[in-house]
Structure formats: structure tokens, C-alpha cells
């Protein structure tokens, strides 16, 4: 139970008395001449932050003028110079004021002897304070010593429920932000548990079906997934081994999908026995389109023109290249619509995806353009050109990352004894469903039974973007009877598929991306051994087509001519 009492105020009795000079400073002395010794810290601070945003900006300033005039970064001026040693010496000064000099206004405020007598009312806790020694006539400093209040985020130590329940009810007030909890606590096990509870609070719903313990929330704070309350566990099956190119790949698929995985496995024995599949690369490029916007349509079809003109390519490639080792501008295709005009840059991006490696050479290129077009007005990075997570016809028709066909030739008793079917009835389905049956829906892209199936699960196993299976799945499968009519020849064609390719790359991306170990472990068994490590080109397409392969052989999953065998049936 909280006590209130009055800090006790002695009178003077006498003019020599000790406690009259204990308790009463000299106005005199130099400790109230000085000011206070926070000021000097926050003059300094204030000084040093100053400088350090400017000099940064400055060096910036002239870092991006010798790009625009291709001069060497390496070569300095003196102003230069300065500028280096003052953004090294202030960035030294604001890493001891983060580190300690925070701890020094702590430890450095004055004493609660030094208060004035005229203090509010004290607010003792009994967990907190305590009198010291009764009060008589012959005690003279008889005073309540207590700890300034402790604030709910300060220090806080091993969780009590108490304390939680203070802070889940400050989450639902709103006087605490949601997304603030790892930050004031420290602790993002804590935090999640904490946010765990005030959403059951709000909604009056139970999560209690939500896994919460048995993730590290460490691992994710400012990587991938902001606020969590708890994970999802999907498992991970494999298929294959898949005989791609002479080379045996073992594929992860996560899936909460039944009989997906055993029937694309069931696919990939076909193919294995019946020799393997092939496959060609036929492009690899990522593409950016931004819009920018002119006082007339005139101004934006001048600009097409300068963009299409094969004169202007190679001093704009120079300028897009220069935002990565790897990106290389491959072609820039142009749209306009009234007054606006949509430029779509293609660029190779080596292993990586290259989304953010294409849309920084893009940049580069607008900074470029603005020296001749200054009345261009760059309404965004990303026009839907692109076009990015959405199904468009650009993307089908033009590409958009790899573009791959693969095809294998399946013998005649492996079609009767592995899919228990016919060559003859497997050309007349795939016609009337995945041909005529797509083109009566009016699909884009999606001639073939599901390849959004296996897209997904290859992609939820290795750590990729998920959202981009909507262009990556866009294939068109073409069966035809070969051999006189003995064999089966299938082909998948799938001209976008946004994939990151290369183990390292891979390793690094779900490292910083997402820092999910997991997926990061699932990348291995698409890379074989006998994969040409020294050429990329070969290396990007055996790992690239092993996932349309994969597609391929999760075509029996649904493709099955016989209409009395459910889909389901169909596993052993």
C-alpha cells in the first residue's frame, strides 16, 4: 500500500548548529557559480551531430557529381580531405555519446539531498523505500530515503506478470506503440507474448492454436516480419531425385497440400527412368519501368524517341552500370499514355534477382536524363511496366527474370506402368483442358494444370519471394505423340520466372533478408555437384530449370486421362 508522508523540515535552533550547514549549501560556493555540467555534454552533442550531417551530406554531394562526370572516386580534393577526418572524428565523438554518454546524465544527477524543502508530496512505495530509524529527539536528519519511481521500460528485468499486464494494457490504451515493444524492452520473446495478448484482448479471439515458444524472434527483429505474435509451421517434403542435364537433384517443397509432394515425386521417377530432361535458358533479365510525367505529349514522345535511339544506348548502359558489378542494361522499351511516359529497362543481374540492383541503375539513368529533360517530372520508380507481382501480358510475352523451356521424352510402359494411363489420352487432355479449357477461361499465362502448386511450395522451401509466384508461374505445357505414336514428348515454356540462383548469393540473402536458417539449409539439394561452376550461365540454368522441371514432373498430379482415377488416388 502506498504512504504518504510529508519530507520532515527541521526549524533552526541555532546558528552553529550542524545541521543547518548539512542541509542549507552556501549560495557562495562553486558548485551553484558553475553551470550545469549537462550543458557542456549537449553543447557537444549538438555541435557534433552538426557536423557530421553536414560533412556527410557534402561528401555525398560531390560523390554523385563525379559519377555524372565519370570521375574517379578515389581521386580526392583537399576540401575533401577535411571533410573525411571531420565525419571520422564526429562519427568517433557519437559512438562514445551512444555508448557511454548516455550513462552520464544517469550517474551525474544531483542528489535528492540537494532538493529544495518545497517539494510535492513524495509518492512511497513500500516495495521500494523505507524509513530509516524512528524518529526522536536526539535523531537529527530523520528523512525518508526512496528510489525515484521506476519507469515500466527501464531496466527491466525477468518478467513478472504484473509488469506485463501493465504494459498489455498501456499496448491497448495506445500509450505504448505495438511496433515499440522489442525496443523499450529488450526482449523480443517478451515483446511478442506481450503483443500476443493485448491482440486476444482487442479481438476477443484466442491464438491459442498460434506456436509462440520455439522461435528465435531475435533472428527476424528489423529483417523480415515486423510485430510478430507467434510463427507458422509448414512442412517440408522433397521429390525426386529429378535427372536434369546428366545432373540428380534432390527439391524441397513446402506445402500444407496433401499428395502434392508424393505426385510430383511420382513425376519425377517418370522422367528419371525415362532418361532425364533438358533444358535452354532462352533469356535473363530484370526489368524496371518508371513513370515520368511532361507538360505535354509532345516532350514525353521526344524523350521516347532519345531513349530508342541505338545511338543513345551505349552512354546511357555506362551509366546504368555503374550501380553494380553485375547488372548489365540489356534494352530499354518505352510506352506512353497522354503526357506520360513508361521506360522499361531490362539488365542481366548475375545470380541475384536484382530487383533493388535494376531499380538503383534505373535511378541512376533518371539523374542522367535530367540534364537534357529538366521538365521531367519522375512520378515513380515503378510504373507497373514491369511488371511486378501482377500477371501481365508484358511479362508473358517479353520475360521477366528467366526465361526457360524444358522438355523430356517419356517411353510408352512408363507411361502405362508409373502413370497409369495412355500417350494418347495424355495429348487429347492436355489439349482440351490445359490448351482449349485456359483460352475458353481467357488466362494469362496459364496454360498448364498448376503450376502455381509447385512454384509456391519450391518457393516457400528456399527462402524466395513467395508473392512472385503470380508472373513465376505463368507456363504453357504442349504434349505431342512421338516415336510413331509409341512415346510421349512433353514441354513446359515458362518466360518469367523471378528466382534468386546462386548458393552464396542465396545464403546471403536469407541471411540478411529473412535470417530463416531453415531455408537457407534447403537450397543445397538444387545444387549439384556436377553443375560447371565456371561458367554462370550454366550454373543459373541447371538450378533455374531445376524448379521448371520440377513443374513438369508435378504435371501427373492432375493431368491423369482415365476420369474414374481421382487425383488423389492416383498415389501408391
Not at 551512444?98 to 539531498?113: D, K, Q
Not at 479471439?205 to 510463427?231: A, H, N, T, V
Not at 508473392?467 to 516415336?483: K, L
Request: glycine residues 8%; aromatic residues 8%; neutral net charge.
Amino acid at each position: 500500500m502506498d504512504v504518504r508522508r510529508r519530507p520532515l523540515r527541521l526549524r533552526p535552533t541555532s546558528v552553529g548548529e550542524p545541521s543547518k550547514s548539512r542541509h542549507q549549501p552556501n549560495p557562495s560556493s562553486p558548485s551553484h557559480s558553475q553551470p550545469p555540467p549537462l550543458l557542456h555534454l549537449y553543447l557537444a552533442n549538438v555541435i557534433f551531430f552538426f557536423i557530421f550531417f553536414s560533412v556527410a551530406y557534402f561528401l555525398l554531394h560531390r560523390w554523385r557529381e563525379k559519377i555524372r562526370t565519370s570521375t574517379p572516386l578515389h581521386v580526392i580534393t583537399l576540401s575533401e580531405i577535411a571533410a573525411v577526418v571531420s565525419l571520422l572524428a564526429s562519427f568517433i565523438y557519437l559512438l562514445g555519446f551512444f555508448g557511454i554518454g548516455i550513462l552520464y546524465p544517469i550517474t551525474s544527477r544531483p542528489s535528492s539531498s540537494s532538493a529544495s524543502d518545497d517539494d510535492d508530496d513524495l509518492k512511497l512505495d513500500g516495495r521500494d523505500a523505507t524509513l530509516i530509524g524512528p524518529c526522536s529527539a536526539g535523531v537529527i536528519d530523520c528523512s525518508v530515503i526512496s528510489a525515484p519511481p521506476k519507469k515500466i521500460f527501464d531496466n527491466i528485468p525477468l518478467s513478472s506478470s504484473q509488469e506485463d499486464e501493465e504494459i498489455v494494457e498501456s499496448v491497448i490504451s495506445g500509450s505504448i506503440p505495438s511496433y515499440s515493444l522489442e525496443s523499450k524492452l529488450g526482449d523480443c520473446r517478451r515483446a511478442a507474448a506481450i503483443r500476443r495478448e493485448a491482440v486476444q484482448k482487442m479481438t476477443g479471439r484466442s491464438l491459442k492454436g498460434l506456436p509462440i515458444e520455439g522461435f528465435d524472434y531475435e533472428s527476424i527483429l528489423g529483417q523480415c516480419c515486423e510485430m510478430p505474435i507467434g510463427f507458422v509451421q509448414i512442412p517440408v517434403g522433397v521429390a525426386g531425385p529429378l535427372l536434369l542435364d546428366g545432373n540428380e537433384f534432390t527439391v524441397p517443397m513446402a506445402t500444407t497440400e496433401g499428395c502434392l509432394v508424393a505426385s510430383t515425386n511420382r513425376g519425377c521417377k517418370a522422367i528419371y527412368v525415362s532418361g532425364g530432361a533438358s533444358s535452354v535458358l532462352l533469356r535473363d533479365g530484370m526489368t524496371r519501368a518508371p513513370v515520368v510525367r511532361f507538360s505535354s505529349a509532345k516532350r514525353a514522345a521526344k524523350l521516347k524517341v532519345f531513349l530508342e535511339d541505338s545511338l543513345n544506348f551505349d552512354s546511357l548502359s555506362v551509366v546504368f552500370n555503374k550501380s553494380s558489378r553485375f547488372a548489365r542494361l540489356q534494352s530499354i522499351q518505352c510506352a506512353i499514355a497522354g503526357k506520360n511516359l513508361y521506360i522499361r529497362f531490362s539488365c542481366s543481374t548475375g545470380d541475384a534477382m536484382g530487383m533493388n540492383m535494376v531499380s538503383k541503375g534505373v535511378q541512376n539513368v533518371l539523374d542522367f536524363l535530367k540534364n537534357d529533360f529538366p521538365d521531367m517530372d519522375v512520378i515513380g520508380i515503378s510504373g507497373n511496366f514491369c511488371s511486378d507481382k501482377k500477371a501481365a501480358a508484358v511479362n508473358w510475352i517479353e520475360g521477366r527474370g528467366k526465361s526457360v523451356v524444358c522438355e523430356a521424352i517419356i517411353k510408352e510402359e512408363v507411361v502405362k506402368k508409373v502413370l497409369k494411363t495412355s500417350v494418347e489420352a495424355l495429348v487429347e487432355l492436355n489439349m482440351l483442358k490445359n490448351l482449349t479449357g485456359s483460352a475458353v477461361a481467357g488466362a494469362l499465362g496459364g496454360f498448364n494444370a498448376h503450376a502455381s502448386n509447385i512454384v509456391s511450395a519450391i518457393y516457400l522451401a528456399t527462402g524466395q519471394d513467395p508473392a512472385q509466384n503470380v508472373e513465376s508461374s505463368q507456363c504453357i505445357t504442349m504434349m505431342e505423340a512421338v516415336n510413331d505414336g509409341k512415346d510421349l514428348h512433353i514441354s513446359v515454356t515458362m518466360p518469367s520466372v523471378e528466382v534468386q540462383l546462386d548458393l552464396s548469393s542465396r545464403v546471403l540473402l536469407i541471411f540478411e533478408v529473412s535470417d530463416i536458417v531453415s531455408s537457407c539449409q534447403c537450397v543445397e539439394p538444387l545444387i549439384s555437384d556436377g553443375v560447371s561452376h565456371s561458367l554462370k550461365g550454366e550454373k543459373m540454368s541447371s538450378k533455374y530449370v531445376c524448379i521448371i522441371m520440377t513443374d513438369l514432373g508435378g504435371f501427373w498430379y492432375t493431368v491423369i486421362s482415365n476420369p474414374m482415377i481421382s487425383y488423389y488416388g492416383m498415389i501408391e
